[in-house]
């Protein structure tokens, strides 16, 4: 299984103490989840300000925990999207582009737009741990 994790949350899922984002980084050490991601430029913009996180990024993709799909094929795809209500046509264009249907996002606007577009699931908490499941990516 792989999600889409919102740079809104790279400060939470690097907190060690963040209780929320645990079952989400022991689902990724140990039940080989994927967090997928494609170098477009907002979203290296969103995550060259967050050293930490981009390291750790680093480190998945070595270990097979990251999932980089085409950045082009997101950006055509980001070109194709209207009428959102979000501004996060970057995270919409990547979930078309991969197939994946899990968001991990704090954007309200951002989250309705991900359940009504791509008809997905949003990870808020821990309560939600059940939506990690151990399928593969698409």
């Known amino acids: 299984m792989c999600l889409i994790l919102d740079a809104n949350k790279y400060g939470e899922f ?6 929320d984002m645990e079952p989400v980084r022991h689902w990724i050490k140990k039940n080989n989840g994927k967090i997928v991601y494609a170098a477009t430029e907002k979203m290296q913009d969103e995550l060259s300000r ?6 750790l990024f680093s480190e998945y993709r070595q270990a097979g925990r990251l999932k980089l799909f085409d950045k082009e094929k997101v950006k055509e795809e ?8 979000s501004n996060d046509k970057h995270i919409i ?7 994946v249907k899990l968001l991990i996002s704090g954007d309200k606007k951002l989250q309705e ?14 309560s939600h741990k059940h939506l990690l499941r151990q399928d593969t990516c698409p």
């Open 14 to 19: 690097l907190d060690p103490g963040n209780t």
């Open 50 to 55: 967050f050293q930490s996180m981009k390291r």
């Open 78 to 85: 980001e070109n194709e999207i209207r009428d959102l209500l």
């Open 93 to 99: 264009a990547l979930a078309m582009v991969s197939g």
């Open 113 to 126: 737009d991900f359940k009504g577009i791509i008809r997905g699931k949003i990870y808020k908490n821990k």
